[in-house]
C-alpha cells in the first residue's frame, strides 16, 4: 500500500504567521490529494481537493500545492479560528489512507 | 442543504455485533459513492470502507476486512456497516462521507465533501 508521511506531527505558531505542512507519498500519486481540517469533537471539514483547489467556503488564506509525492498545505497567515488539527488524504487507490495529522498550536 | 446522521453505536462485548447507520438527505444518495471513515480515542483519521453508488463495488481496509459489510439502501437514501466480531481496536468514532470526484482533462481525483457528525463505537466487556 502507498504510505503518506505528514510533517510535522506538531506545530506551534502565532497568529498571523504563515505555516506550511508537508505531505509526502510513499509512490506518485498525481494530483490525488486532499486537506482537511479537524477540530476537537467535530468532523473533518474539507479544505482542499485535487492537491490544490480550493472547496468552496474555504478562506483563501489557505492553499494546496504540489503533485507525484509531495504536497503542501500552506495557511498563509494564521487565525484564531485555524488551531485545529489538519490531515492529508490520499485517493489514488485502495485502500484509501490518511496522513498522520498535524496538530497547530498557540504559541 | 447535505445532511449525514450516524446512527447505531454504543458499547459491545469483544466478539460481538454492531450495525451502523448513515441517513443521506439533500441530494441524490443513489449517484454518488459513500465511505466510512473512523477515529479511535485520541488518534487520527482511519479510512474503513467504501461503497459505489449502486452498491455494486465495495472495498475494505485490511484491518476490517472479513468482518466488516458495507451496503446501501438507495430507496431510503440509508448506508449501513455491519461489524462482526469486534475487538477492542474497533473502538472509535465511526464517520459516514459522501465521496465527490472533480475531474478535467487529465484526471478525476476524488474526496469527501459532507460528513456526518460521527458515532462512538466502545467495545469493551
Known amino acids: 500500500d502507498i504510505q503518506l508521511t505528514q510533517s510535522p506531527s506538531f506545530l506551534s505558531a502565532s497568529v498571523g504567521d504563515r505555516v506550511t505542512i508537508t505531505c509526502r507519498a510513499s509512490?506518485?500519486?498525481?494530483?490525488?490529494l486532499a486537506w482537511y481540517q479537524q477540530k476537537p469533537g467535530k468532523a473533518p471539514k474539507l479544505l482542499i481537493y485535487a492537491a490544490s483547489t480550493l472547496q468552496s467556503g474555504v478562506p483563501s488564506r489557505f492553499s494546496g500545492s504540489g503533485s507525484g509525492t509531495e504536497f503542501t498545505l500552506t495557511i498563509s497567515s494564521l487565525q484564531p479560528e485555524d488551531f485545529a488539527t489538519y490531515y492529508c488524504q490520499r485517493l489514488n487507490s485502495y485502500p484509501l489512507t490518511f496522513g498522520g495529522g498535524t496538530k497547530v498550536e498557540i504559541k | 442543504e447535505v445532511q449525514l446522521l450516524e446512527s447505531g453505536g454504543g458499547l459491545v462485548q469483544p466478539g460481538g455485533s454492531l450495525r451502523l447507520s448513515c441517513a443521506a438527505s439533500g441530494f441524490t444518495f443513489s449517484s454518488f459513492a459513500i465511505n466510512w471513515v473512523r477515529q479511535a480515542p485520541g488518534k487520527g483519521l482511519e479510512w474503513v470502507s467504501a461503497i459505489g453508488g449502486s452498491g455494486l463495488t465495495t472495498y475494505f481496509a485490511d484491518s476490517v476486512k472479513g468482518r466488516f459489510t458495507i451496503s446501501r439502501d438507495n430507496s431510503k437514501s440509508t448506508l449501513y456497516l455491519q461489524m462482526n466480531s469486534l475487538t477492542a481496536e474497533d473502538t472509535a468514532v465511526y464517520y459516514c462521507?459522501?465521496?465527490?470526484?472533480?475531474?478535467?482533462?487529465?484526471?478525476?481525483?476524488?474526496?469527501?465533501?459532507?460528513w456526518g457528525q460521527g458515532t462512538l463505537v466502545a467495545v469493551s466487556s
Open positions: 509512490q506518485g500519486i498525481s494530483n490525488y
Open positions: 462521507a459522501k465521496e465527490t470526484r472533480y475531474c478535467s482533462s487529465s484526471s478525476c481525483p476524488p474526496f469527501f465533501d459532507s
